[in-house]
């Protein structure tokens, strides 16, 4: 059979794999599917600097362009397999089976899976070992009469060939591929739509969140100034930043979520989302934001969070001396340490349970997710909670540290110019520079900004709800004509300075000064 023809079989095989193997994982776990699974292994396993490039180039969408980069790398090995499988059938079985003994034992690494993870592989191998089969050497192989004379054994015997027949025997085996590759496409998103409607969508939309006992205080007049392009003081929840090491996003269900809080205390609490909502819930303005923001970049958010003192809960549970790391634990397995001392010092580090006025998104976490102010998210803002284990820095390494993070992160002072855009044509005159600066738990007390290394000039600072927000600012520049490099920089809440020199995101956040250069006509 010709190399084209065997390619597209081999790649009909592992897409009929691909789709029957999501339909399946409609019963076993949305982790368990062969593409999500080997996803996973590769976000716990790639080298860092990778991961950082993914995040870099592709921003809160890496998830995405890792899943189609490795469909993209599976059809590659297909097509390959088929072409083999075209000479010698066994060489077809052998690497349909690694694809299903890679995919199953991926599947089986993911956190809280059973042994039925890995039936989505091994059934979507078996059905592509029957298809490669079917196309290659059974009923829908194409005749002789079909394949150019190259394509034959050098022994074979005339075959007499009536009119037309290539031609059909062709068109037959293309229409089988076409109907296979059709019908994985439809089981595929046929087995995606079945886990959507098994999700958590409709029992999110039946929480009714209570009333705080501590309501955020009202915006303060004078947030969101008038300058086009500046970020919103509130971030949407659509709009808010995601960025974690979940593939397919976890479905938790509040009837059956709990929350164990155990490790070195002298009394375990487990709570059940009930109970949760039925203790006194403060309501906080916090700014979020990813160690893996690079200067003038935006994963940072700020929102409205409604939820319990984690100060609280643990006070009850009772940390034994020595305890200084409180293991925040992931549904999905993923963890964080956070500092005890962070969590008792009085700031108001939340079990959040709302977002802006409505029950946490499920992709930022529903039910429930810690919001700590001042500390990066990979040591603080576990999402899907279910486990507070107390323990110490010396005895436990959260699920950064060992790919080269630092332990603890607390956020760095940042500011960014938002308005006007790098290469931004602007006329002379007056022109609003604005952006946004943030040191989360200490506060942003000064913005500067300045042109072409001249003096610094002091912007005006829109009012924030507290020291746990961002703050935005704006500088009316008289621009003149000419090609102009703008440069901003805060100074926190105890005096000091963002400093100049640019560092990277690894290990604890990235430091220098936002920069944008424009031309004014």
Known sequence: MPGPLAALAGVAAAALALGLAELVAVATGARSAPLVAVGGVVVDTVPEPLKQFAIDVFGVHDKTALLIGTGVLLAGFAAVIGVLAARRLAVGFAGVAIFGVVGAAAALTRPGVGPA????????????ALLLWALLAGPLRPSAAALPVA????????????????????????????????????????????????????????????????????????????????????????????IDTALVVPQVDPDEWQLRIHGRVTNPITLSYADLLGMELVERYVTLACVSNEVGGNLIGNARWLGVPVRDLLVEAGPLPGADQVVGRSVDGWTCGTPTEALLDGRDALLAVGMNGQPLPVEHGFPVRMVVPGLYGYVSACKWVTELELTSFADFDAYWVPRGWAAQGPIKTQSRIDTPRVRTELSAGTVPVAGVAWAPHRGISG????????????????????????????????????EHLLQVRATDGTGATQPELRQPVAPDGATGWHSVRVTVQ
């Open 151 to 242: 394509a034959l054994p050098a022994d074979a015997e005339p075959v007499p060939i009536r009119p037309g027949a290539g031609t059909a025997d062709r068109r037959r085996f293309l229409s089988s591929v076409g109907v296979s590759v059709g019908a994985a496409l439809v089981t595929g998103a046929g087995g995606r739509w079945l886990a959507q409607r098994r999700g958590v969508a409709t029992a999110r939309s039946a929480v009714t969140l209570p009333a705080p006992v501590d309501a955020a205080p009202p915006l303060p007049s004078g947030v969101d100034p008038a300058a086009p392009g500046l970020s919103r003081y509130v971030t949407t929840n659509r709009d808010f930043y995601r």
């Open 117 to 128: 993870a890995a039936l989505p592989a091994v059934i979507g191998a078996s059905a592509a």
């Open 447 to 482: 913005v500067e900004v300045r042109v072409d290394d001249g003096p610094w000039q002091s912007a005006e600072l829109a009012p924030a709800v507290s020291a746990d927000t961002w703050v935005q600012w704006v500088w009316q520049w008289p621009a003149t004509s000419g």
